[in-house]
């Protein structure tokens, strides 16, 4: 056996969900209720160095530059599956770091996972292959399974009590259909009810779940198709009604869980009548304020315009489709 290569630095961009995933089968091993479609970004990354060093007596995590104890806890947890993974007990520092807003609707924790994902299965030399991956990086979180792969990835729900049939494959490569991204920030806080927390809440008590997750595979079928036959305007039909359905689970759970704000409704309208007028382009929103309008790249400045005059609309960002997570670094 080779001797272990230590030290591993990946990049990994978040994705944004077309068809959404809102709730699991499975809280431990972070199955997912249904499949789900996404896009991986550029523009946005997290970049994670990772170093097992048998002098540390524990892991030593660096968060965006702080120590974090939240972060560390849930960081060390994951990597104690690739070292149960590696049959070992060595522990690591971590040096993480996002390069845009961390905790508010923008996907860090997909970027983030599936960056450390890539970093710890190299630099243990696991020679894991990309389901592999996409697996284990779910179990950080499930979006992080998407986020292995770049341009348009779909994640499948899987059957298994094991999980090890839920991850993600990639459907169509980024340069295939080259779709922009405009993100309208219109809050920098951080989101009152993560992801996690909301989703087991919609569950238990949402009158609109069971019928939420019945709708996922005719969603996906039909989003499948537009993705493979570029038909931009069935993306946009089924990627709201989606994005609404979703938020419509949410609003139903109790206590009711309003991730939007007044901007983020402005801007609904906003491209909505841009749509009307032969824009080419469709919200979606995730578990935070912030809105991404998914456009064709032609009509990207003009949606960037019309979002930025949005009274609350903070910041925008524009970005195209990307690659997955990939090794910066490394020491093989
Ligand atoms: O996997 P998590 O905990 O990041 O949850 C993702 C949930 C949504 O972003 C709202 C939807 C999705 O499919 O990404």
């Given amino acids: 056996m080779t001797s272990p290569i230590w030290q591993a630095t990946a990049q990994a961009q978040p994705n944004i969900a077309l068809v959404k995933y809102w709730g699991k089968r499975d809280d431990t091993l972070n199955l997912p209720a249904a499949g789900s479609l996404s896009i991986t970004l550029d523009a946005l990354h997290t970049r994670t160095t990772l170093r097992f060093d048998e002098t540390l007596a524990a892991d030593d995590v660096l968060f965006n530059g702080q120590h974090d104890d939240l972060q560390t806890r849930k960081i060390s947890a994951f990597l104690d599956l690739f ?33 450390l994902a890539l970093a710890a299965g190299r630099a243990l030399q696991l020679q894991l292959p990309p389901h592999a991956l996409s697996v284990l990086a779910r179990r950080g979180s499930g979006s992080a399974a998407r986020s292995v792969f770049g341009g348009f990835v779909e994640m499948t729900a899987g059957t298994r009590d094991d999980g090890e049939d839920a991850f993600a494959s990639p459907l169509l490569n980024a340069a ?16 009152d ?15 609109f779940y069971r019928a ?3 709708t996922a595979n005719a969603d996906l079928d039909a989003a499948r198709e537009a993705v493979h036959g570029r038909d931009f305007a069935r993306l946009a039909e089924v990627s709201e009604a989606s994005c609404l359905a979703m938020h419509a689970v ?11 704000n007044a901007a983020t409704v402005e801007c609904i309208h906003a491209l909505r009548a ?19 309008a998914v456009c064709l790249p032609e009509h990207a400045e003009a949606v960037a315009m019309a979002l930025r005059t ?10 195209g489709l990307g690659e997955g997570a990939r090794i910066i670094e490394s020491d093989a």
């Avoid at 841009?274 to 304020?289: E, K, M, N, S, W």
């Fill in 83 to 115: 070292r149960t993974h590696a049959g070992i007990a060595t522990r690591a520092s971590v040096e993480t770091a996002n390069d845009f807003p961390t905790g508010a609707g923008l996907a860090s924790s997909a970027s983030g996972f599936a960056a």
């Fill in 176 to 191: 295939a259909w080259p779709l922009t991204v405009v993100v309208a920030i219109t809050s920098r806080a951080v989101k």
């Fill in 193 to 207: 009810t993560s992801s996690r927390v909301g989703m087991d809440d919609s569950r238990r008590t949402s009158p």
């Fill in 212 to 214: 939420w997750v019945a």
């Fill in 250 to 260: 949410m609003l139903a759970t109790r206590p009711g869980l309003i991730y939007w």
């Fill in 274 to 292: 841009l749509r009307a007028g032969g824009t080419g382009v469709f919200f979606t929103i995730d578990a935070g304020p912030q809105v991404k």
């Fill in 310 to 319: 949005i009274p609350g609309v903070a910041e925008t960002m524009v970005s």
